[in-house]
C-alpha cells in the first residue's frame, strides 16, 4: 500500500493511570481493481471491474482496515485531506474522528467521493479501536444476534439464462431464503404497471423502481403498491435518510457510502425511531459486524461482485450457511486481513 508519513504526534497523547495513550502512527491508502468474469449491466449502466480503495490505520501495534468501492480518486482524497487529521489523532476516538473528517470537507462537498473516502477511514478507524481493545468489532457495537440473515444478489441484466441459473443455485447453496434479480429502470407509470404484475407474483420487495431522487414517484409507488419499496443505498448523510424514511418501506444503508461504521449506526438508529427495518446494500463482509448489532435489520445484501472479491482481497471474511453470516466471536475488530496475493490488483 501507497504509506503517507510523518513523524508521530505523541505531545497530545491523552494520558492516563497507565500513562499516554497511543496515537495513530500511520495511514495509508491504496486502490485496486478486480475484473469481472464477464461486464456485467443492471438495466441502468455496464461494467468491467470494480475498483476498491482500502485504508490501513496503526498504533499501538494494531493495524486497522477499511475500504470503499469507488473511484481511485477516493484514496487521493485521503492522502490530501483526511491523513492529516488522522494521523496522530487517538486510536480509541472514531467517532469524534468521523466529527472532524467531515467538517474538513465542508469546502469540497461532503457527499459523493468525500463521503466514500471519509467512510473507509471510519470503518478501518473502528477496525483499530477494537484491535487495540482485542474485542470483537460486533461485540463493542451491542452485538444482538449470533447469526446475520443474508439475501441473494446479483442478476445482472446481461447473463444469459443458463448463467442466472447457475447464480441462483449459489444462492440456493449457502440457504438464501430471498434472491433479488435486476429489471431495469422505469418511469413512474412503467413502475407502476410492472409493480402490479410483480404483486400478483407474489414478489415481495421492489427495490428503486425510480430514481432514489425521485422522492415523489417513491411515494406514489409506495402507496399504489403492494410490494414493499426500498431504496437509500445512495444515502449520504441523516438529512438523506431524512428524505427517505416517508417514501419507503425498508431503508437500504450502504457503509461504504454513508459514512462509514458512524453514519450507518447513525442512520439505522434514525430509521428504528420511525418503526423502519435497514437492510445493508452490498459489501456483505465489512456490514457483518453492525448488522449484527442493529436490532431493526431486515437482513444483508450477499453480492455477487463483492462476495466473490471477499474472496480475493480478504482473509478471515465470515462464514456463510444456513441463509445467515455468522460474525466470528474470537476474533478482534471485523476479523478481516488483507490478502497479499490482491497486490497484483493494485492500480495506485
Not at 482496515?65 to 494521523?87: D, K
Not at 439464462?161 to 447457475?166: I, N, P, Y
Not at 452490498?282 to 448489532?293: F, G, I, K
Request: glycine residues 10%; hydrophobic residues 40%; contains cysteine.
Amino acid at each position: 500500500m501507497t504509506t503517507t508519513r510523518g513523524r508521530p504526534d505523541i505531545s497530545g497523547a491523552q494520558s492516563g493511570p497507565a500513562g499516554p495513550r497511543a496515537t495513530i502512527t500511520d495511514v495509508s491508502a491504496a486502490g485496486y481493481t478486480f475484473p469481472t468474469p464477464q461486464p456485467e449491466s443492471d438495466g441502468t449502466l455496464t461494467w468491467s471491474a470494480t475498483t476498491v480503495v482500502a485504508v490501513s490505520l496503526q498504533a499501538d501495534g494494531s493495524t486497522g482496515l477499511g475500504w470503499t468501492y469507488s473511484s481511485p480518486a477516493a484514496a487521493e482524497v485521503i492522502r490530501h485531506h483526511l491523513v492529516g487529521i488522522v494521523q496522530g489523532n487517538d486510536p480509541l476516538a472514531p467517532t469524534a474522528g468521523w466529527e472532524q473528517m467531515h467538517r474538513a470537507g465542508r469546502n469540497f462537498g461532503t457527499r459523493g467521493l468525500y463521503m466514500q473516502a471519509l467512510s473507509a477511514v471510519d470503518i478501518a478507524w473502528w477496525d483499530l479501536k477494537a484491535r487495540v481493545l482485542d474485542r470483537p468489532l460486533a461485540t463493542l457495537f451491542g452485538q444482538c444476534r449470533d447469526a446475520v440473515p443474508i439475501y441473494g444478489s446479483g442478476g445482472f441484466t446481461s447473463l444469459s439464462d443458463g448463467q442466472l441459473s447457475e447464480q441462483v443455485a449459489w444462492w440456493h447453496s449457502v440457504g438464501c431464503p430471498a434472491m433479488k434479480i435486476k429489471i431495469g429502470a422505469y418511469t413512474t407509470g412503467q413502475a407502476r404497471r410492472v409493480g402490479h404484475a410483480l404483486d400478483e407474483l407474489g414478489v415481495a420487495w421492489f427495490e428503486e423502481p425510480v430514481s432514489s431522487d425521485d422522492l415523489d414517484g417513491l411515494a406514489a409507488l409506495r402507496a399504489a403498491l403492494n410490494c414493499d419499496i426500498a431504496a437509500g443505498e445512495y444515502a449520504a448523510d441523516l438529512y438523506d435518510v431524512r428524505a427517505l424514511l416517508p417514501v419507503v418501506d425498508c431503508l437500504q444503508l450502504d457503509v461504504t457510502r454513508c459514512g462509514g461504521y458512524t453514519g450507518w449506526l447513525r442512520a439505522a438508529a434514525v430509521a428504528q425511531a420511525h418503526n423502519l427495518e435497514v437492510s445493508a446494500h452490498c459489501a456483505p463482509a465489512l456490514h457483518t459486524p453492525v448488522a449484527a448489532a442493529v436490532p431493526n435489520l431486515r437482513h444483508v445484501e450477499w453480492f455477487a461482485d463483492h462476495a466473490r472479491i471477499d474472496a480475493a482481497f480478504l482473509t478471515g471474511a465470515p462464514d456463510v450457511s444456513g441463509g445467515a453470516l455468522h460474525p466470528d466471536p474470537h476474533a478482534a475488530g471485523h476479523g478481516l486481513a488483507f490478502n497479499p496475493a490482491a497486490e497484483q490488483h493494485r492500480i495506485a
